[in-house]
């Protein structure tokens, strides 16, 4: 599992929730939670946030809880994962994760793992209903050589702003058959991603009833 990297995408400027990033669950700015969870278990995760102005009290938020951040391209996303990408080896595998989901963590992402390397998988996306997982447990995987080839074709705007449109384009084995069963007792409905107000005042009740917020598994989140 040395061989493994979380990127972790976050911005100010979010349209339907302003500055949700910096919003604070269980006292814990949602940017830096996402983050510390997602590296509970020893993942390393580099934040990539775009270098505009509005997004200097993120930047100096996540520097506080002394995490590692890189800044680049605001609207060429993609381009900030290529940053990553470039310095590490060429069959390593990038989580991608992003800070309107906080409830991925380090256990969570060794589970994906485990399967991303059993299927054979080149590109990996956990929102597909084959694994029965609840809207907001989402990460993508794919290795930085794939990542770094997709990035040096001309790629849209949507390419570019989402980052894995363009891997799940170019692969041919991202489509699956059946559901998997492993993940079914802990399927809800209930949207578990902050996009909005009410998805905010959600999440900050589930994780309110948590002890170690950052420690609590997926899991037992749902549970509550």
Known sequence: MSNIRIILQARTLSYR????????IS????AVLCAKRLGNTGFPVTIVIPKIKIDDTLFHTLKKYKLNVIRG????????????????KSNEIIIRATADNPLP???????????????KR???????KFFNLPYGLAVQLFRAKDLLRVS?????KKDKEHVVVA???DRINTSYKGKLKTYKKFYVKDK????????????EKMFRKCKNPIKTKWQKIIKK
């Open 152 to 156: 040096k074709k001309k790629l849209s």
């Open 192 to 203: 578990l991603s902050i996009d909005t107000l009410d998805d905010y005042i959600k999440l």
């Open 73 to 88: 391209n605001h609207t060429d996303v993609i381009s900030r994962y290529v940053k990553v990408a470039k310095k590490m």
């Open 27 to 30: 006292g814990i700015p949602l």
């Open 122 to 128: 080149n590109y990996m996306c956990t929102h597909e």
């Open 167 to 169: 891997l799940a384009k």
């Open 105 to 119: 963590d380090g256990y969570f992402v060794k589970e994906m793992v485990k399967l991303f390397e059993n299927f």
């Open 17 to 24: 929730l302003l500055a949700k990033s910096l919003l604070p």
